[in-house]
């Protein structure tokens, strides 16, 4: 049985001073995505028409592992570090492929 990764997909909107820095904090993020245990892969996305918006898509192998990598971020303070730098919270909601 092939496992079918679970995806994650969250939305978020920078202030329109911090969307710079806020990529560059994404990016350096993704790049260590790719990296951990338990993902599949991972990507950031930027609105063409809307530049402070930005998309970020993970695949991971279960909720647990990346639940636990998101627990690491926060213990870490990246979570908080981002969430400054954004209107709101994060728009997170996780997946699975019917077909």
């Known amino acids: 049985?092939?496992?079918?990764?679970?995806?994650?997909?969250?939305?978020?909107?920078?202030?329109?001073?911090?969307?710079?820095?806020?990529?560059?904090?994404?990016?350096?993020?993704?790049?260590?995505?790719?990296?951990?245990?338990?993902?599949?892969?991972?990507?950031?996305?930027?609105?063409i028409r809307r530049s402070d918006s930005f998309t970020m898509i993970e695949q991971w192998i279960s909720v647990e592992a990346h639940d636990s990598f998101e627990d690491a971020l926060r213990e870490a303070g990246v979570t908080d570090a981002i969430v400054d730098m954004l209107k709101g919270r994060p728009d997170t909601r996780a997946y699975m492929r019917l077909v």
């Not at 994404?26 to 990296?35: G, H, I, S, T, Y």
């Open 1 to 47: 049985m092939t496992v079918e990764p679970v995806r994650f997909i969250s939305h978020m909107e920078a202030k329109a001073a911090t969307r710079d820095e806020l990529r560059e904090m994404l990016e350096a993020l993704v790049a260590e995505l790719k990296m951990e245990d338990g993902c599949f892969d991972a990507a950031l996305l930027q609105d």
